[in-house]
């Protein structure tokens, strides 16, 4: 690096603002220049660029270090004389860099004393041009901390960072910083715009050395007048091309003067009718850009490894959105087999009535027998209770008075369904049916008579006629009570409980139920709607599809849970209290005989 202290970049002019005698030398401090903060101003064609590419050129001519930020690659052709390096987004550039080699610049500029010049104009993508200009300086301010080595930045069009209105980006803030705290790490910046009054005064009023240039709007000859005196900003309109104002602290005054012309190529100038020749541009040496290339090589092999990654992960989502398509229409193809099987039990159902029929029959014959349990016991264990029915009531709905004409009736209907005559017996569907007498305890002077269902021929006299047998006293109570019997099932209420006697028979259902049905009753109830086979899970199954349907069509058989769509189903204790009590309870007392069958039957203790 040369020893100079000074270098002579203009003459004085003549004219209005003028000071001293023209044509003398006009000198800038190197220190001052390469360590301080400038502002260069003036309207399109003015001289602006001209001043600071001969600030450049007098800078590159004695070794000193500088980056020049290009906005509008116009500075490449200080690459005829100097071997400067150009970076930037495109092949005219030496090498194209990304924010990635952001510290590696600062370093050859810095660390190796290596000019350059960052052409952000050579990016299409203005957001990545600002993310590569705030890394830069961010890299420039860290490392000049360490190198306390006098280097200089200049930035065009710095309006565009530091805009006196609007919000500023993370460029302009760090520009900011460089002017505010790089002079006393040697790090010195000069920003040149058109355009004066879209500039931060923040800025302007920290500079040390500022060049004004032609300007005529209004605005901005409205700064001349604040910051040097209004007989400038009258003056600063006529100012010839190249001419300036020029203020510094050194020499504490304001000066006209005439900047030199740049030597190189004027890469800035407005093109004209002649044809353009492009000069013979100096090449950087290979070592310059050789590590730079191996950032961008490794750059490079990062994104096509990350390219292959994203392609591989395209792949997989692809193959879990089929996977999961699939999966769908396996459900779905399930949901409708569900439904299809629901549809067919219940036309399964309505064919055959019968079916029905005996379901309700057994019901009432196992509360029947119940009862008739229950009032055993009563007898052999002392007094009844104020409830129960009188011995004498108990024997007329049992005996052969109310009973009789009811069992009869009863024998007359089993004998005549589906075609067949009392005469014959009980006949269904055209078959000869066998009317044994039961031999279970129960008396023939009873009129007891066992009635085969479905038309087969029934021969086992032990088990079948004992069911035919309840079932006809069943029906004969039932008939009984419809006459208005006395001692109806609707006055009985269980021993153990002080409630509606409807609790005593849906108690009777539950009780009929395995301990694993029971639990998944439960779980409907304290779940709310869901599928068998999580009902089945909750209740201590294995998760068998098969087990899980038998046990809840058992539930839905009993009417103790309903299907309430897409495949779940859910509890219907609370409905299924109104219905048995023919809707005389209230909600309390429906929620009572509820919570009470909760708390005695869905508790999981028993089988």
Not at 345 to 357: F, H, I, K, M, S
Request: net charge negative; glycine share 10%; charged share 30%.
């Amino acid at each position: 690096m040369a020893e100079t202290e000074q270098i002579t970049v203009a003459t004085t002019s003549a004219g209005p603002g003028g000071t001293g005698e023209p044509g003398e030398t006009v000198n800038l401090p190197v220190v001052e220049l390469l360590t301080g903060r400038g502002f260069i101003t003036g309207k399109s064609g003015s001289g602006k660029s001209n001043t600071a590419s001969v600030i450049a050129e007098k800078l590159l001519d004695n070794g000193f270090g500088l980056l020049i930020v290009d906005i509008d690659g116009e500075y490449y052709g200080l690459k005829e004389e100097y071997e400067i390096l150009h970076v930037g987004g495109d092949e005219e550039c030496d090498i194209q860099v990304t924010e990635d080699h952001a510290g590696k610049i600062a370093s050859l500029a810095l660390e190796q004393n290596v000019p350059i010049i960052l052409d952000i104009s050579s990016f299409l993508d203005e957001e990545e041009a600002e993310t590569l200009l705030t890394e830069v300086a961010k890299q420039l301010f860290a490392k000049a901390k360490k190198q306390k080595q006098p280097f200089l930045m200049l930035v065009e069009e710095c309006h565009e960072w530091m805009p006196e209105k609007g919000s500023m980006g993370e460029v302009g803030k760090m520009l900011i910083k460089i002017g505010k705290r790089g002079r006393k790490h040697g790090l010195g910046i000069v920003g040149i715009s058109q355009r004066p009054a879209d500039v931060k005064k923040d800025y302007i009023t920290q500079c040390d050395w500022l060049v004004w240039h032609r300007l005529t709007w209004n605005n901005d000859t409205k700064v001349v007048g604040r910051i040097l005196d209004n007989q400038y900003a009258d003056a600063v309109e006529d100012l010839d091309d190249g001419e300036a104002f020029m203020m510094n602290d050194w020499a504490e005054q304001v000066s006209r003067v005439q900047f030199h012309r740049k030597q190189t190529f004027d890469a800035g100038a407005t093109p004209g009718l002649d044809d353009f020749e492009r000069p013979e541009l100096k090449s950087v040496s290979d070592d310059l850009v050789s590590e730079l290339e191996t950032i961008s090589e490794e750059q490079q092999e990062t994104e096509n490894r990350i390219k292959e990654l994203r392609e591989e992960l395209d792949k997989k989502n692809s193959r879990i959105a089929e996977l999961e398509a699939e999966l769908q229409d396996a459900r779905d193809l399930s949901r409708m087999a569900e439904q299809f099987t629901e549809a067919m039990l219940d036309q399964a159902e309505d064919y055959n009535p019968g079916r029905t029929e005996q379901e309700k029959m057994r019901r009432q014959r196992e509360r029947f027998a119940d009862s008739s349990d229950s009032d055993s016991e009563a007898d052999a264990d002392g007094p009844r209770d104020e409830q129960s029915p009188e011995p004498d009531e108990t024997a007329d709905a049992t005996s052969g008075g109310g009973f009789g004409d009811a069992f009869s009736a009863f024998a007359e209907d089993g004998a005549a369904m589906n075609g067949g005559s009392a005469s014959d017996g009980a006949e269904t569907n055209g078959h000869a049916a066998n009317a044994d007498t039961a031999t279970n305890g129960a008396s023939a002077d009873n009129g007891a008579a066992a009635v085969s269902v479905n038309g087969v021929a029934d021969t086992d006299t032990t088990d079948t006629d004992d069911e035919d047998l309840r079932a006809a006293i069943a029906e004969a109570v039932e008939a009984e009570e419809s006459n208005g019997a006395t001692g109806s099932a609707e006055d009985e209420s269980p021993s153990d409980f002080d409630g509606p006697a409807v609790y005593g028979d849906l108690r009777a259902d539950i009780e009929e139920l395995d301990r694993k049905t029971r639990r998944m009753l439960a779980y409907y109830r304290e779940q709310g709607p869901g599928t068998p086979l999580n009902a089945h899970f909750s209740a201590g199954g294995s998760g068998d599809r098969t087990a899980a349907y038998a046990r809840n069509r058992e539930l839905r058989l009993r009417e103790l849970v309903e299907h309430v769509g897409r495949g779940k189903y859910d509890s219907r204790l609370a409905a299924l209290v109104r219905e048995e009590s023919d809707r005389r309870l209230d909600e309390d007392e429906v929620e009572s005989v509820v919570s009470r069958l909760e708390s005695a039957f869905l508790d999981g203790n028993g089988d």
